[in-house]
């Protein structure tokens, strides 16, 4: 199949001042449609094509396939990722989600300091994820365009921290960027439906 950028589910400007529309037409009309489309270029007339990104990405990496790794993984986070930001998330995870929260990490501050140690301490390109493993969260890291799913956990939330996700709006500041996520730009609604999700099928 060929694969298609996905829209993003709110406006370019709408997650101001977080981000700015600069940098999310940047990141998601270029970097993100430019996984895309190097993926459909690199799967053409080979088995992949027929597979679904997820697939792919695990088939890919079992091959040794690493140019086809990236680009499909790369495009399966940053939908994550468009989904895992909002313009208003809804209130703070309670139900199932909060008090996994509280037991993972105290309370809701115990999850954002760290969740923002694990940003910080991302050296160089990645992500940072809001996982479920073996039942309870889990904030784990993963370099370049790896992905949770190649870990047998699964992801609820995700923030990316490559450059190109925030340094036309914060230079160098990562932490400026992870806290302006946390304090009121977090999809918390779509974090509660993949979890509660996940522990369903469990
Ligand atoms: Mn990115």
């Known amino acids: 199949m060929t694969f298609e950028l996905p829209e993003l589910p709110y406006r370019a400007d709408a997650l101001e001042p977080f981000l700015s529309k600069q940098t999310l037409d940047t990141h998601h009309g270029k970097h993100h449609r430019g ?13 992949y094509q027929d597979l679904s990104l997820q697939e792919i990405v695990v ?12 680009n499909a993984a790369q495009s399966l986070n940053h939908g994550f990722l468009w989904e895992s ?3 208003d998330g809804g209130s703070p995870p309670a ?19 760290a969740f923002k140690a ?3 301490t991302q050296f160089g390109s990645g992500w940072v994820w809001l996982v479920v493993d073996s039942g309870g969260l889990k904030i784990v890291q993963t370099g370049n365009a790896d992905t949770p799913v190649q870990h047998g956990v699964q992801p609820i939330l995700t923030l990316d921290v ?3 996700a925030y340094y036309l709006d914060y230079k160098n500041d990562r ?4 806290d302006s996520f946390l304090s009121d730009r977090v999809n918390w609604a ?13």
């Open 162 to 164: 490559w450059e190109h």
């Open 95 to 113: 139900g199932p989600l909060g008090d996994a929260i509280d037991a993972a990490f105290g309370n809701l501050k115990g999850f954002k300091e």
């Open 35 to 47: 996984y895309i489309n190097k993926l459909n270029e690199l799967i053409d007339g080979t088995d």
């Open 59 to 70: 088939r890919a990496k079992e091959n040794g396939d690493t140019a086809i790794f990236n």
């Open 175 to 178: 932490g400026g960027y992870v």
């Open 190 to 202: 779509f974090a509660a439906r993949n979890f509660e999700s996940i522990k369903a099928a469990a």
């Open 85 to 87: 930001m909002s313009p």
């Open 118 to 120: 694990k940003a910080l």
